[in-house]
């Protein structure tokens, strides 16, 4: 029989700060677990000011050695970008981490990916968990959406962890079979996506016809509260042209593969995406003026 994670313990390994990850570790130090973490970069270790509940590592070796100190089964957050950067990483961790122990992979993998991991992982004897993290850097301190697919079980053993990411309750849930979790993140990406473009476009040429720069910041106010479109997306474009963060020059736009892969899975599957797929066929034909303001924009919601 199965049971949860030591609550008392508290420990849980953590794998990747960047703008994400480095959020997370707040989240869950603040909810008083002990960390040991590990990033490529060992700059980043200095946000957390030698913390006496965070053990930073210099290799991936290190981090499982002393993270399985305790004797009791490991728990792993890992957050890191989707594809060979997450896939490496688990590969290693699979012949470094004891039977029991359980990864939670936060990543933006493809669904497909995940499900590779999850049967490499379980014939090791390590649970998997694909968990979309819906939300940006700033969202994670304020509460995100988590949703997670792999074995029930598996759910059951770090659902503590689960809730104190996401920020407390009907935040997070158990999606289904492995890949799941990060099938439905593709979806709310796709949307994402889908949407950002007019938003841009629209405020671009709100930017082009306003008087002056105070009167475009307050059309861009005013369009930020503005129902039945309040939400994230104008607020970020009020708040690159608040700081100065659009760029002189257009940046290329493109289309993460989750969300193009999770597009032309729901074409094979039956259940087409037609005004999503020709929302995304337009990016390469965006005006330079909505390229910067979807690129600045995009840089204050996801980090990057």
């Given amino acids: 029989m199965l049971v949860a994670m030591d609550n008392d313990n508290k420990e849980i390994g953590l794998i990747g700060l960047g703008s994400m990850g480095t959020n997370i570790s707040e989240v869950l130090l603040r909810s008083g677990y ?46 890191l970008p989707g594809g060979e950067p997450t896939n490496n990483t688990l590969s290693k961790l ?10 939670i992979d936060g990543s933006n993998s493809d669904y497909t990916d995940s499900v590779s991991n999850y049967n490499r992982l379980r014939d090791k004897g390590i649970w998997y968990l694909d968990v979309g993290v819906a939300g940006g850097p700033d969202d994670v301190l304020k509460g995100v959406a988590i949703m997670a697919g792999g074995d029930r079980e598996a759910f059951n053993k770090v659902e503590g962890i ?13 999606v289904g079979k492995s890949g799941s979790g990060h099938r439905l993140k593709a979806a709310h990406n ?30 861009l106010r005013l369009l930020s509260i503005a129902p039945p479109i309040t939400n994230g997306i104008p607020e970020a474009i009020l708040g690159a042209f608040r700081k100065h963060e659009l760029s002189k020059e257009a940046p290329k736009v493109t289309v993460s593969r989750m969300v193009s892969s999770y597009v032309d899975d729901a074409e094979r599957s039956g259940t087409p995406l037609d005004i999503t797929k020709e929302v995304l066929k337009s990016y390469p034909e ?19």
Avoid at 66 to 72: F, T, Y
Avoid at 162 to 174: D, F, H, I, S
Avoid at 286 to 304: N, P, Q
């Fill in 190 to 219: 796709s949307i994402f996506y889908s949407i950002f473009p007019i938003f841009a476009e629209t405020a671009a040429a709100i930017m082009g016809q306003a008087e002056g720069r105070e009167a475009t910041e307050e059309a």
């Fill in 162 to 174: 689960l809730k104190t990411v996401a920020g407390g309750e009907k935040r997070y849930g158990y």
């Fill in 94 to 103: 699979s012949s470094l981490l004891k039977k029991g122990s359980i990864i």
């Fill in 34 to 79: 002990n960390l040991t973490v590990y990033n490529r970069s060992v700059d980043k270790y200095t946000h957390f000011n030698d913390n006496d509940k965070v053990r930073c590592t210099s290799s991936i070796e290190e981090f499982a050695e002393k993270l399985q100190q305790s004797g009791s089964d490991a728990a792993i957050w890992t957050m």
């Fill in 286 to 304: 965006m005006r330079d003026s909505t390229k910067i303001v979807y690129s600045g924009a995009k840089k204050i919601l996801t980090g990057h």
